[in-house]
């Protein structure tokens, strides 16, 4: 053994239950890409919850004694100790918060860069390579084990990342704020490689900050209220994408300010991308600062323990990963999740461009997703009843063909949404449709996500549960970023379209189209490849739910064995 730590094997094991319920008794780590001693183990026996068959029941008496001081300790503590609470580190809680609220920032941008970019009638080509910039936060677990395992051990394992990080957020805003127009208003179009590569280095910056505040918030936090960590992620990144998309495109629209916000209209609105950009690389400027000088990573604060951390090597956590992907069962079930999304991607991808390009307002569209946060927050709940039994999959196995349905609804009212445009804009009645609709699909949507989720918490092996389920978590984030961004790229070649009022002139290329217009003539859509893709798309994923959704299902009558891992001391 190297170090003393515990050798994994993955596969099917040939031990018999009891062997590896001794084994999990002994182990006194769970990897989450990294080892942790589990608080008290140092005061407790070695196998402590078993004994040989020969062996009598009552314990010995230096062990009751110490048996009985650790009760007496730990009642006095209770009585006299407050419970920290919420009110004991309030502190604490607010910065976390504070810290997802930054990270969705940059992930609120990137999101809102394509409704800029598709009124500016860019290509589908460019929309797919501008795609990839969501695509870090789905592949973070390849260099989640680096900024786990180097650190400086004075500074602080977590700020160590989490400082430089925030502040080439910062510098990235800053420089963004004063490039970006030119990069979305140069003479030949927007600039998109140069945006992509910028923003891609926005997202991946910020995914390594999800990895680095993720795990401060563990030893930030007291035993007692570490659970609030999961709550300031969720509400914090939200918060942050709504700030950086919906307030920013709502703020950025001229007509929406000028209808809503203004008395005397104006032809911009009360902020600017460049000024958004700059506000918050300063923020991130100014609060890396003081949470650089102000804050102490290891502080011991009430109720908590300053536990050292042993940090697993890096290769043995690469290793563990590809060990665990090599097993049969894991490997076919990354193979469904990678092409499960297939069936989903024009419509997940391409319906929201195709409004746009329709004319529907960029903010309009944003501002549907408001009324969409209750509906958010309750779907998981009522799911999570459905998913709690032994075959959680079955869930996802009746939401797939409604998910679907909606996809080729999707297509009909892209279809119906020029006729329904008047001179004011689009009718009250449009926006219920369309609000009907997206409420649809995000009940599809939760219904097989927390069906997924369900089954990655069952099949996860618990002695390496962090690792296991980051990894199967990955691959469901993967397996909807490649569909997507192909979806994007195949809008335009299986598009078809013609020159009329130029004669001998044609439009299967922008040189073409060019050509076209110079010669007073006009690029009609004869063809639109989002319809033909929406319904490839929908073929191919009925073909998937009638062969492979079975295999799906079929894996939840696989023996627990069969995904777990065995541990060797």
Not at 71 to 97: D, F, K, Q, T, Y
Not at 221 to 229: F, I, K, M
Not at 544 to 552: C, R, T
Request: charged residues 15%; aromatic residues 12%.
């Amino acid at each position: 053994m190297d170090g003393g730590r515990p050798r994994i094997y993955c596969g099917h094991s040939r031990f018999d239950a009891l062997s590896s319920i001794m084994e999990a008794s002994d182990l006194t780590t769970r990897w989450n890409g990294r080892q942790r001693r589990t608080a008290g183990a140092s005061t407790l026996p070695e196998h402590s919850g078993f004994m040989d068959r020969g062996e009598t029941s009552s314990p010995e008496p230096d062990m009751e004694e110490e048996a009985d001081r650790l009760i007496r300790n730990s009642e006095a503590r209770r009585r006299h100790r407050v419970r920290p609470g919420i009110r004991g580190e309030l502190g604490n809680i607010l910065l976390l918060l504070f810290l997802y609220v930054l990270q969705g920032i940059p992930l609120g941008l990137a999101g809102s860069v394509p409704l800029i970019l598709q009124s500016k009638s860019v290509s589908y080509k460019d929309q797919a390579f501008f795609s990839f910039v969501f695509w870090p936060f789905s592949l973070k677990l390849f260099w989640a084990p680096l900024v786990d395992a180097l650190y400086l051990s004075r500074f602080g394992r977590r700020k160590s990342w989490l400082v430089p990080t925030q502040y080439l957020l910062g510098l990235f805003m800053l420089y963004l704020s004063a490039t970006v127009n030119s990069l979305l208003q140069s003479e030949k179009g927007p600039n998109v490689v140069m945006l992509t590569a910028v923003f891609f280095m926005l997202a991946f910056l910020a995914a390594t900050q999800d990895i680095a505040v993720d795990g401060w918030a563990l030893t930030m936090l007291s035993r007692e209220n570490v659970g609030y960590a999961s709550t300031c992620n969720s509400v914090g990144q939200t918060a942050g994408y709504f700030l950086g998309n919906v307030l920013f495109l709502a703020l950025e629209s001229p007509e929406f300010c000028n209808k809503y916000l203004r008395l005397v209209p104006k032809d911009t609105g009360i902020v600017t991308l460049p000024d958004f950009l700059f506000f918050w690389g300063v923020m991130f400027l100014v609060s890396t600062t003081l949470v650089a000088i102000l804050k102490r990573e290891n502080d011991q604060g009430r109720g908590r323990r300053n536990v050292p951390e042993e940090t697993q090597g890096v290769m043995e956590t690469y290793k563990l990963l590809f060990s665990i992907v090599k097993m049969p069962t894991v490997f076919t079930f990354c193979s469904l999740l990678l092409t499960a999304k297939i069936g989903f991607s024009a419509a997940d991808a391409v319906t929201g461009l195709k409004l746009v390009e329709a004319g529907v307002p960029k903010e309009q569209l944003a501002l549907l997703a408001v009324p969409m946060v209750p509906l958010q927050i309750l779907l998981p709940v009522v799911i999570s009843r459905y998913t709690a039994g032994p075959r959680p999959l079955d869930v996802f196995y009746k939401a797939f063909p409604f998910r679907l349905l909606i996809g080729l609804q999707y297509a009909l009212l892209v279809w119906w949404t020029p006729s329904v445009k008047q001179e004011g804009g689009y009718p009250f009645y449009y926006y219920a449709i369309v609000l009907v609709s997206y409420a649809l699909h995000q009940v599809a949507l939760y219904s097989m996500y927390v069906a997924c989720m369900a089954f990655h918490a069952k099949v996860s092996d618990p002695l390496i549960g962090g690792t296991y389920m980051t990894l199967l978590n990955t691959v469901t984030n993967l397996g909807g970023n490649w569909p997507s961004t192909v979806a994007l790229w195949m809008v335009d070649p299986l598009t078809s379209k013609e020159c009329q009022g130029a004669v001998g002139q044609s439009c299967s290329s922008s040189l073409e189209a060019g050509l076209c217009v110079k010669e007073g003539g006009i690029c009609v859509t004869t063809l639109d490849g989002y319809y033909v893709e929406s319904v490839v798309c929908v073929v191919i994923g009925l073909l998937w739910w009638v062969w492979l959704g079975k295999k799906m299902r079929q894996l939840q009558e696989q023996s627990p064995a069969a995904w777990r891992c065995r541990v060797n001391q």
